[in-house]
Structures are given as structure tokens and as C-alpha cells.
């Protein structure tokens, strides 16, 4: 759902860029709260990161469209709606920048659809979900899959309703609707997977990790008389010092960083490679339906990388690869150098943990 250049008229746009801007702002002060352990930071720059392989993976939704992951329930639910608008922000401006992925006057547009609205839907929705759902790892994953999965026909009408104001072609609006929500709530199953998996998985090795799963073991409850009551706890093993339990959590951190990040490079690298060829949900409506008329060769055609391929070199398989190694490399490195800076100037009444009752 990268909107080009010439969808969308220049003031439309310029209003979206405000819009994105005070998102991106109030984010910056929001994340703050969200980053305070040191941990944090470099695991949204690998959520970022992570976003950005997996964006590379177009997988087929019907006959000739495919569809790819946005990602903001997946940012939202694992470090923070905050921290998750602003990773999807960086992946929107590595991708605009370096990759001519994305109209450069249009960042603030797809800032708005693809960072702000989905990852607002999606964690409220979640969050939700998570409070009417049994406090369980099951009950964690199914909310992300359903927010994930409404979050992309929500996008999808968020560009619809800013082509009624500032579309530069005269498409009527309801065609443009349909056809956009149709193909995204396909494209959604995909988004929904992915993110549940995703969820899933680091649920599974470190639940403290995932932002929207803090405080998910209740205490346990027994019914005495009819009346629910908290069931005594067991004795307790003998603790580790501090220094070791810490030493121990900070190895079992790094061992997720590193293994995500050799997942995104493959990903992006690798797999990457065997994508569908197919458009996406809109380009593939806006060349059925006529609403890229007007689209504008975009700022940085001229870029080494641009099309997620490396200049001068013949081979496809070798140059999207190094590609994609490149953007993952380079989204690590903004991002972790983003959270670190909002991390180390939050605000000094921003707690630097976090009770479950405040998430």
C-alpha cells in the first residue's frame, strides 16, 4: 500500500505531511515511556528491521495480485503502539529514500495510513481483545491475529477517504472503496498470519519481550466457599543473586536479537528472491480502476537500490539480495539509533518501568 507520487494532490499531501508529523511527534514523546528499560531500544530497531525484510515478501491473495505485510499491529503489539508508529516510520523513509519505494511527497500519506492508522486500530483492538480473553498466551496470539487482520481493511479505507479529498484522477469514490477493502481484507490473512506467528513465537521463548503480553500471568484463583480467593503460593526455589539473574536475562535478550536478525536477513536476502512478481492491492486497483493516471516518476528513481535491487549488478538473484541485506542492515542501524535517542531524552517524570495496571 505504497502510495506514489501523483496519487494524491500536493495540498492533500501537505496536509497528510502535518498530520504525519504530529503523529511521528507525539510518538517520540509516547515511546519514551515505553523504552525505558535498556533492552528496549535495540529490540525495536529490530522490529524494524524485521518489518522491513518481511514488507519484501509479496505473497499471492487472487489472480494476479498479491498483497505484503504493513506491520503495524506486528510493531504495536510487540514494542508499543508509540515505538510502533515510529518503527513503521523509519521503514517508510529507508524504503522512500534509498529504495523508491513510496512517493517522497506522498511519505506523509503513507506515514498516516500505513504507520498511524494501523497500528492505532490494531492495538486498540488488541488491547480490547487481551482484557475480555483469558489472561493466556493463546488467548495474546488470537487478539494479534484479529487485530492484524482488521487493521489492513482499515488502512485500506484510510487512503480511500484521502483520495475523496485529494485524489488528482475522478475515479468515483465508492469503486475505489470496494475494490481497495475487497482485496485488503484478503490481503489482511496474510498480514494476520504473519504477525499471529510472529507473536507466537517470541510468546513462546520470552513473554516479557512482547509489549502487549506485559502482566498476562494472573494470579491464580481458587474457589472456597463460593468465593474466589488467591491460592497460596508455593515456596519459593532459592534466587539468584541480582548480577546473575541479570547477566542471565541480558544473554537470553541478545540470543532473540541475534536470532531475529538472522531471520530478517534471510528473509531478505534469500527468500525475498522467490516473492510474487504480482502488484500489490493498490497498484493492482489503481491501474484497474484508473487512479494512476497521473502518478509521477518517483524523486529517487536515480538511487543505487532503487527497486530492491543493487545497481550494475546483472544478476537478479544476487543483486536483490544484497539488497535487501543492505536495507535490513540499514534499518537496524537508524532505528536502534532512533529508540536509543528518544530512550536516553524521555521525560524525567517517564517511569523508567512499567506496572501492568499502566499497560
Given at each position: 500500500?505504497?502510495?506514489?507520487?501523483?496519487?494524491?494532490?500536493?495540498?492533500?499531501?501537505?496536509?497528510?505531511?502535518?498530520?504525519?508529523?504530529?503523529?511521528?511527534a507525539?510518538?517520540?514523546r509516547?515511546?519514551?515511556?515505553e523504552?525505558?528499560?535498556?533492552?528496549?531500544?535495540?529490540?525495536?530497531?529490530?522490529?524494524?528491521?524485521f518489518?522491513?525484510?518481511?514488507?519484501?515478501?509479496?505473497?499471492?491473495?487472487?489472480?494476479?495480485?498479491?498483497?505484503?505485510?504493513l506491520?503495524?499491529?506486528?510493531a504495536?503489539?510487540?514494542?508499543?503502539?508509540?515505538t510502533?508508529?515510529?518503527?513503521?516510520a523509519?521503514?517508510l523513509?529507508?524504503?522512500?529514500?534509498?529504495?523508491?519505494?513510496?512517493?517522497?511527497?506522498?511519505?506523509?500519506?503513507?506515514?498516516?495510513?500505513?504507520?498511524?492508522?494501523?497500528?492505532?486500530?490494531?492495538?486498540?483492538?488488541?488491547?480490547?481483545l487481551?482484557r475480555?480473553?483469558?489472561?493466556?498466551?493463546?488467548?495474546?496470539?488470537?487478539a494479534?491475529?484479529?487485530?492484524?487482520l482488521?487493521?489492513?481493511?482499515?488502512?485500506?479505507?484510510a487512503?480511500?477517504?484521502i483520495?475523496?479529498?485529494?485524489?488528482?484522477?475522478?475515479?468515483?469514490?465508492?469503486?475505489?472503496?470496494?475494490?481497495m477493502?475487497?482485496?485488503?481484507?484478503?490481503i489482511?490473512?496474510?498480514?494476520?498470519?504473519?504477525?499471529?506467528?510472529?507473536?507466537?513465537?517470541?510468546?513462546?521463548?520470552?513473554?516479557?519481550?512482547?509489549h502487549g503480553a506485559?502482566?498476562l500471568?494472573?494470579?491464580?484463583?481458587?474457589?472456597?466457599?463460593?468465593?474466589?480467593?488467591?491460592a497460596?503460593?508455593?515456596?519459593?526455589?532459592?534466587?539468584?543473586t541480582?548480577?546473575?539473574a541479570?547477566?542471565?536475562?541480558k544473554?537470553?535478550?541478545?540470543?532473540v536479537?541475534?536470532?531475529?536478525?538472522?531471520?530478517?536477513?534471510?528473509?531478505a536476502g534469500?527468500?525475498?528472491?522467490?516473492?510474487s512478481?504480482?502488484?500489490?492491492?493498490?497498484?493492482k486497483v489503481?491501474?484497474?480502476?484508473?487512479?494512476?493516471?497521473?502518478?509521477?516518476?518517483?524523486?529517487a528513481?536515480?538511487?543505487?537500490?532503487a527497486?530492491?535491487?543493487?545497481?550494475?549488478?546483472?544478476d537478479?538473484?544476487?543483486s536483490g539480495?544484497?539488497?535487501?541485506?543492505?536495507g535490513v542492515?540499514?534499518t537496524?542501524?537508524?532505528?536502534s539509533?532512533?529508540?536509543?535517542?528518544?530512550?536516553?531524552?524521555?521525560?524525567?517524570?517517564?517511569?523508567?518501568?512499567?506496572?501492568?495496571?499502566?499497560v
Amino acid at each position: 500500500m505504497h502510495v506514489p507520487d501523483g496519487f494524491i494532490n500536493a495540498p492533500v499531501s501537505a496536509v497528510a505531511g502535518v498530520v504525519a508529523a504530529g503523529a511521528v511527534a507525539v510518538s517520540l514523546r509516547g515511546a519514551g515511556r515505553e523504552l525505558g528499560e535498556e533492552r528496549a531500544a535495540p529490540l525495536a530497531g529490530l522490529v524494524a528491521a524485521f518489518v522491513f525484510a518481511v514488507q519484501m515478501l509479496n505473497f499471492p491473495v487472487a489472480a494476479g495480485t498479491s498483497g505484503h505485510l504493513l506491520g503495524g499491529a506486528l510493531a504495536a503489539i510487540l514494542v508499543g503502539p508509540y515505538t510502533g508508529v515510529l518503527c513503521i516510520a523509519v521503514v517508510l523513509l529507508m524504503q522512500g529514500v534509498l529504495f523508491a519505494d513510496g512517493g517522497l511527497t506522498a511519505l506523509g500519506v503513507n506515514i498516516t495510513v500505513m504507520g498511524v492508522v494501523t497500528t492505532v486500530v490494531a492495538y486498540v483492538l488488541f488491547r480490547g481483545l487481551t482484557r475480555v480473553l483469558p489472561r493466556t498466551r493463546r488467548s495474546t496470539t488470537i487478539a494479534s491475529f484479529v487485530a492484524a487482520l482488521v487493521s489492513v481493511p482499515a488502512a485500506a479505507v484510510a487512503f480511500t477517504l484521502i483520495y475523496a479529498v485529494g485524489g488528482t484522477t475522478d475515479v468515483p469514490v465508492g469503486k475505489v472503496l470496494t475494490a481497495m477493502v475487497g482485496v485488503h481484507v484478503l490481503i489482511g490473512i496474510g498480514e494476520a498470519a504473519i504477525t499471529a506467528l510472529t507473536v507466537g513465537a517470541v510468546l513462546a521463548v520470552r513473554p516479557d519481550l512482547v509489549h502487549g503480553a506485559r502482566g498476562l500471568a494472573a494470579p491464580l484463583k481458587l474457589r472456597v466457599d463460593g468465593e474466589l480467593v488467591d491460592a497460596p503460593t508455593a515456596p519459593a526455589a532459592p534466587a539468584a543473586t541480582p548480577v546473575a539473574a541479570r547477566s542471565t536475562r541480558k544473554g537470553s535478550t541478545r540470543k532473540v536479537w541475534f536470532t531475529g536478525l538472522a531471520a530478517a536477513l534471510v528473509l531478505a536476502g534469500f527468500v525475498s528472491f522467490y516473492a510474487s512478481a504480482s502488484p500489490d492491492g493498490l497498484e493492482k486497483v489503481a491501474a484497474d480502476k484508473g487512479i494512476d493516471q497521473k502518478v509521477r516518476e518517483h524523486g529517487a528513481a536515480g538511487s543505487p537500490l532503487a527497486d530492491y535491487g543493487v545497481e550494475d549488478i546483472g544478476d537478479a538473484r544476487l543483486s536483490g539480495g544484497l539488497a535487501g541485506v543492505i536495507g535490513v542492515g540499514v534499518t537496524v542501524v537508524a532505528g536502534s539509533g532512533v529508540f536509543w535517542a528518544v530512550r536516553r531524552r524521555r521525560t524525567p517524570e517517564a517511569p523508567a518501568t512499567r506496572t501492568a495496571e499502566s499497560v
